[in-house]
């Protein structure tokens, strides 16, 4: 397999073809904050605290580290005070959801992040996908799921499913940066309801309930 060539942070770093900014600067030693990467996972590159600033051919943007390739070149900064500034501006809409999430408060405390910017979030979802991910890619159960859109999204377990897999497993509960997944779970199998309604939505089907 062909190898990349490419500077992190002044650090000259050797990756596959094919590999992302974010798995070169692990495997260099150089950390690029995120909450929702996992190894086992196809990169999903949606929380972006993972951005960081790339520069090739004289042209440099921001860019998502965990979902973007090394390429030849490259030049890559993980920190500038541009890039803390979009960090603190995600973090304090995190901590409007999860204010007493252990990774996102660290990661808050980092950046200068304020607890009281935005208007708190009903819930502590951070909309990470690492849940549904894991039962979809490593269990292939397809026991949890999305519903909505944009800031409306949320997670659900799928009754028909989660009532046969969810008890015996749980894998996915020590992923959860926040406390979200496990109320939820705790709420579907507490109501034991055909489905469970959230927000005027049968989160088995996404079809607006009656």
Not at 64 to 69: A, D
Not at 78 to 89: A, H, Q, W
Request: overall charge positive.
């Amino acid at each position: 397999m062909k190898e990349i060539r490419l500077r992190i942070d002044g650090k000259e770093v050797a990756a596959p073809e094919g590999a992302t900014v974010l798995e070169a600067a692990k495997t260099a030693g150089i950390r690029i904050p995120t909450l929702c990467h996992h190894d086992g996972l196809e990169p999903f590159g949606a929380c972006r605290i993972c951005i960081v600033e790339a520069e090739a051919r004289g042209s440099s943007r921001l860019v998502v580290s965990c979902v973007y390739p090394v390429e030849e070149n490259l030049a890559v900064r993980t920190r500038s005070p541009r890039i803390d500034r979009i960090r603190k501006t995600i973090l304090d809409l995190l901590l409007a959801h999860a204010p007493d999430s252990p990774q996102v408060s660290g990661l808050a405390a980092e950046y200068g992040a304020l607890r009281d910017r935005f208007e708190k979030e009903g819930s502590f979802c951070i909309h990470c996908g690492l849940c549904v991910r894991y039962c979809a890619e490593v269990k292939k159960k397809h026991a949890v799921g999305f519903i909505g859109r944009g800031i409306r999204k949320e997670i659900c377990f799928i009754p028909e499913v989660a009532s046969r897999e969810c008890k015996g497993c749980k894998e996915c509960f020590p992923l959860c940066p926040t406390s979200y997944l496990q109320a939820a779970y705790a709420l579907a199998e507490s109501l034991a309801l055909p489905c469970v309604i959230n927000r005027g939505h049968c989160c088995s089907h996404g079809a607006q309930s009656p």
